[in-house]
């Protein structure tokens, strides 16, 4: 795992540090998404999953795209792991995420777009997708306004995880009313 310097560093060499993403720069929403990912008392690994949450794109975010072919080079900055969960939260097929959120113990399969396969993922990896999958959003949906987007599968995921993540869900929705 390298320092946020150097993590933060890639995003310049790729020149995804303007991009746009839901009212400012991509890296400013990597960053915020870390920053939250802290406030959640997560640990470092996984607020390094939120800073390359989005980084080969995913089903709706497609402004900045690193090549899943290289994969090997996000692992070198984050981790096996980390760089794991990166993919699963780029490439799951929404449809399946959702389905698998509502179940109560593992396994949790999940359908790859880039690949069109699936992957089952422990109680764990799950749990931290989620957390990653959750905290994003709710990074964003304050500027973007889609308050009315997946509702029902991120109160499923603010459910599930309860606790901070479900506190600072209600805070953030609250700001829709």
Not at 6 to 26: N, S
Not at 59 to 78: A, G, H, K, M, S
Not at 92 to 108: C, G, H, I, L, N
Not at 112 to 128: G, P, Y
Request: glycine share 6%; hydrophobic share 35%; charged share 30%.
């Amino acid at each position: 795992m390298k320092p946020f310097k150097e993590l933060t560093d890639f995003f310049q060499r790729q020149q995804a540090v303007d991009v746009p993403h839901t009212g400012k720069g991509y890296l400013a929403h990597a960053i915020g998404v870390y920053n939250d990912l802290k406030k959640w008392g997560c640990e470092e690994e996984l607020a390094n999953v939120g800073l390359f949450h989005s980084i080969y794109g995913t089903e709706i975010f497609q402004n900045f795209t690193f090549p899943v072919e290289q994969r090997d080079e996000i692992r070198e900055l984050i981790g096996e792991r980390a760089e794991n969960l990166c993919y699963w939260n780029c490439g799951m097929v929404r449809e399946t995420f959702d389905a698998a959120a509502k179940q109560s113990e593992a396994p949790y399969v999940l359908r790859i777009r880039f690949t069109d396969s699936e992957v089952e993922l422990t109680e764990k990896e799950f749990n931290d997708l989620c957390t990653i999958h959750l905290c994003d959003w709710l990074e964003q949906v304050p500027r973007c306004k889609m308050w009315d987007y997946r509702t029902d599968a991120y109160s499923t995921l603010a459910n599930r995880l309860s606790g901070v993540a479900k506190k600072y869900y209600d805070e953030v929705y609250a700001l829709a009313k």
